[in-house]
């Protein structure tokens, strides 16, 4: 662990904060712009939204007055945009900063108080598909180099952008990218804007992503449906016994059931573990913003807290299932069915070792002789950051001066999967994780929303880790 050196105070930063508040309309128009791009990278929407939110990030960078906006392109991917500020100097930090435009399918648009990609204000929020994750991100970039543009004409610090097209696919190109424009990427520190604070007005620093390892497994039984009066009973079906085999994921608690999946799990150190009890977790409120119904239970190891279940421990969840409808069922034996599984992993987990483990146990377990195939997706490793040194408390500083309340330090139970080897890529700057979603925001599901007052203050936050990163020099690995 490194120790920061005493840390000039930033000077009076009134004008960049007044520059920002004057020009939030033209950012939060710049977000809305965004939010109504269907940027959907999931296959089977259309690629041609998510070039269109590329070429819209590009053509705000540049109108913001950063410079070299441009588009990269990695075959078979998404695009991703870059550009650059480098004007501080070679005595400045140059930091990178991250955030996607890419979203998650809306699911059902019915389901939604307002349509998805029709930003709509209420109560303070504003609501619409990557309203919060991550177009609010793009924004905060946009925001923070823009008041120090306005009210300076220059940045203490030298930026470099990178807004990738497919982080919610899993980043599968990211090596590809990585391998072609790691000069463009190159920083002492990256700020990644695409996570979340403890509640709303407390503001966070992630420390602690899990890992992730998604697949398709499909279960065949026959060549084709028939009867189920005439064959059930001694003809197997498939759909029965992929439920049957997925039953066995998970044990009566919940909690992950495949012998051997959680034998490289690191356990959490006494530091780590003080770090989660110091925070003020509540569990009813907890189960409020999950929607959890009435008499329905917490799963998970319960010799584990919560936020140890959230943070630092696998999971095994069934997403999705390809199965006759209800609505066009028939009374007929189903000859195949298959099922997407979603599994977190905790920091140790290797995720080729997970999967490789949850394959042989699915083709082990299946009932009656029936064919399964194990289709991998996405694989990321858990990451984990310490949550000390001179970014760390450039980052605790920026944040409480913007929020006017301490920063917490916390985990979060989703993945990115770009953070282990972008750090790994560029040599270990310091990535600091943070972002504008809270407990209500929704991220990937109905009605998701931005706190617009949190997010005027990861706005300001940000603008200000600029001028505290400057004034303690952070460079790459610490010092
Ligand atoms: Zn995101």
Redesign the pocket.
């Known amino acids: 662990m490194t120790t920061a050196p005493a840390a000039e105070p930033p000077a009076d930063l009134s004008d960049v904060r007044d520059a920002l508040a004057a020009r939030l309309p033209v950012h939060r128009a710049d977000l809305e712009a965004l939010v109504r791009i269907p940027s959907v990278s999931a296959p089977g929407h259309d690629p041609a939204a998510v070039r269109a939110a590329a070429e819209a990030v590009r053509d705000l960078l540049a109108a913001r007055g950063v410079e070299h906006a441009r588009v990269l392109e990695v075959e078979g991917s998404h695009p991703a945009v870059a550009a650059d500020h480098l004007h501080a100097g070679p005595d400045a930090p140059t930091v990178l900063l991250y955030a ?1 435009h890419d979203v998650q399918p809306p699911g059902d648009p019915a389901r939604w108080t307002s349509p998805p990609f029709e930003p709509t204000e209420r109560a303070g929020r504003l609501y619409g598909r990557g309203a919060a ?2 177009k609010a991100g793009i924004a905060v970039h946009l925001a923070a180099l823009d008041a120090w543009l306005q009210a300076r004409g220059a940045v203490p610090v030298n930026l470099r952008v990178v807004v990738e097209g497919e ?2 696919t899993g980043s599968a190109h990211l090596d590809a990218l990585l391998a072609r424009h790691a000069a463009d990427l190159d920083a002492d520190v990256v700020v990644v804007t ?1 996570s979340m604070n403890w509640k709303v007005g407390t503001p966070a620093l992630t420390y602690l992503l899990r890992g992730l390892v998604d697949c398709v497994v499909e279960v065949r039984a026959l060549d084709h449906a028939v009867h189920s009066g005439m064959y059930g009973g001694a003809v197997p079906d498939a759909l029965t016994g992929l439920v049957r085999l997925l039953g066995g994921l998970v044990d009566d608690d919940g909690a992950v059931a495949v012998p051997g999946f959680a034998d490289d799990v690191r356990p959490a150190s006494a530091q780590e573990r003080d770090r989660v009890a110091a925070l003020d977790f509540d569990e009813q409120a907890f189960r409020e913003e999950a929607g959890v119904l009435p008499g329905v239970r917490l799963v998970g190891d319960p010799a584990a807290t919560v936020l140890e279940r959230l943070w630092a421990r696998p999971t095994a969840t069934v997403i999705g299932v390809d199965a006759p409808s209800v609505a066009a069922s028939s009374n007929t034996l189903v000859p195949s069915a298959r099922a997407r599984l979603s599994l977190r992993l905790a920091p140790g987990q290797d995720p080729d070792r997970a999967l490789a483990v949850l394959t042989d146990w699915l083709r082990g377990s299946v009932p009656w002789g029936l064919h399964v195939d194990v289709t991998p997706g996405a694989r990321a490793r858990a990451f984990v950051t310490d949550p000390s040194g001179p970014a760390a408390e450039a980052t605790d500083a920026a944040l409480g001066r913007a929020y006017g309340r301490p920063a917490v330090h916390i985990g979060v139970g989703g993945s ?1 999967p770009l953070l282990e080897p972008l750090q790994r890529a560029l040599g270990g700057p310091a990535v600091l994780l943070t972002g504008v979603e809270d407990p209500d925001t929704r ?1 990937h599901g109905i009605d998701e929303s931005l706190h617009l007052g949190d997010w005027h203050r990861a706005c300001l936050a940000e603008a200000y880790l600029f001028a505290e990163l400057a004034a303690r020099g952070v460079r790459r690995g610490g010092a």
């Open positions: 996607h994750d991550d982080e919610e695409d990115i991220a």
